[in-house]
């Protein structure tokens, strides 16, 4: 059964389309049924050109790629989620909707690459070093034994990878 994991930030523009991008991508070279989805609480509509260039670099496929509201997972026909991560400190501390199926939340946060100083290059390292960063705690997720494990268990585990 597919694992789905929905990553949210305020703006769905950076820090959780790297995070989509990067679980689809590990999820597809490991062979792991795990589908992740990004969304946003006010989403801005677009996706910092920054966030595909790292992505694109690193052989993700960011093809049909879009901001989008948080709205579209909370109503019928949405898939299932497991797991909601938040990856911006001002999204961990919104009141989030209802999610069907009372999934696992944690927050792993990442410092906006959007406000790296140093211009254009500086921007753009910090996006690369943020999209590593998070690939490192995706690919932790993808090695636990998700089919088995309970929400607490799951919960427990993902609490101590936010740590690593």
Known sequence: MTTNVLILCTHNSARS??????????????GRDVRAYSAGSAPSGRINPLAIEALGNAGVDVSGYRSKSWDEFTG???????IVITVCDSAAAEECPYWPGSPVK????????SNAPGGDEGKRQAFELTRQAIGYRMMQLLMLPLDSMSNAELREHLDRISKS
């Open 106 to 113: 944690v927050h792993w946060g990442y410092v906006d690459p």
């Open 17 to 30: 389309v790297l995070s989509e991008g990067m679980l689809n991508h590990l999820a597809q070279q490991f």
């Open 76 to 82: 019928d026909g949405a898939p299932e989620m497991r």
